[in-house]
T-cell receptor, first 115, second 113 residues
Framework: DTAVSQTPKYLVTQMGNDKSIKCEQN?????MYWYKQDSKKFLKIMFS???????INETVPNRFSPKSPDKAHLNLHINSLELGDSAVYFC??????????????FGPGTRLTVL | QQQVKQSPQSLIVQKGGISIINCAYE??????FPWYQQFPGKGPALLIA?????SEKKEGRFTISFNKSAKQFSLHIMDSQPGDSATYFC????????????FGTGTRLKVLA
């Protein structure tokens, strides 16, 4: 049983296109995250959602728009893709960290390549 | 203040040896320090975590040593195995949860057979 799943696993697209990445967790968690991992493996938070509400937006360009239709899903839509958006994007989830420090469970990642 | 500095960037160890990865932080408000392990093509997974009220935590071959006064913590992998070859990330967060970890820059560990 997959805890945190992402689709697609690979995404190759042209500059200027719009694309979406979907994430689902079946752990019953309240909080979900999007991370970007660049070519040097540096892992950086982009967004955090708690109970469908945006909590953190780490100065991500407006071209990136997360959407959480329910607590189990957090999708990422990217407009006008640029070369610099090429990276691996990870979705993660956890219990509400306001209650306790909780392990973040990561999805398998989506490798986005912008040509 | 929000950074976590991790070293070395890469590490090669012989099978059976000890792997040591170090992290340092500035923000004294951090009070939770997890280590994540990432295999190629996979997402990071929690390996072990520590809070500053203890100086050491051990789980199997993996040990975190924590020095609160120096604001440093390290991961020791005893009897390193080729299957331990992965990228390791330290991280830090604070209470109440800030909804994000501050991750170190990662260490690529290769254990030679």
């Amino acid at each position: 049983d997959t805890a945190v799943s992402q689709t697609p696993k690979y995404l190759v697209t042209q500059m200027g296109n719009d694309k979406s990445i979907k994430c689902e967790q079946n752990l019953g968690h309240d909080t979900m995250y999007w991370y970007k991992q660049d070519s040097k493996k540096f892992l950086k938070i982009m967004f955090s959602y708690n109970n469908k509400e945006l909590i953190i937006n780490e100065t991500v360009p407006n071209r990136f728009s997360p959407k959480s239709p329910d607590k189990a899903h957090l999708n990422l839509h990217i407009n006008s893709l640029e070369l610099g958006d090429s990276a691996v994007y990870f979705c993660a989830s956890s219990q509400d960290p306001q209650r306790a420090h909780n392990e973040q469970f990561f999805g398998p990642g989506t490798r986005l390549t912008v040509l | 203040q929000q950074q976590v500095k991790q070293s070395p960037q890469s590490l090669i160890v012989q099978k059976g040896g000890i792997s040591i990865i170090n992290c340092a932080y500035e923000n004294t408000a951090f009070d939770y320090f997890p280590w994540y392990q990432q295999f190629p093509g996979k997402g990071p997974a929690l390996l072990i975590a520590i809070r500053p009220d203890v100086s050491e935590k051990k789980e199997g071959r993996f040990t975190i040593s924590f020095n609160k006064s120096a604001k440093q913590f390290s991961l020791h992998i005893m009897d390193s195995q080729p299957g331990d070859s992965a990228t390791y990330f330290c991280a830090a967060s604070m209470s109440p949860g800030t909804y994000k970890y501050i991750f170190g820059t990662g260490t690529r560990l290769k254990v030679l057979a």
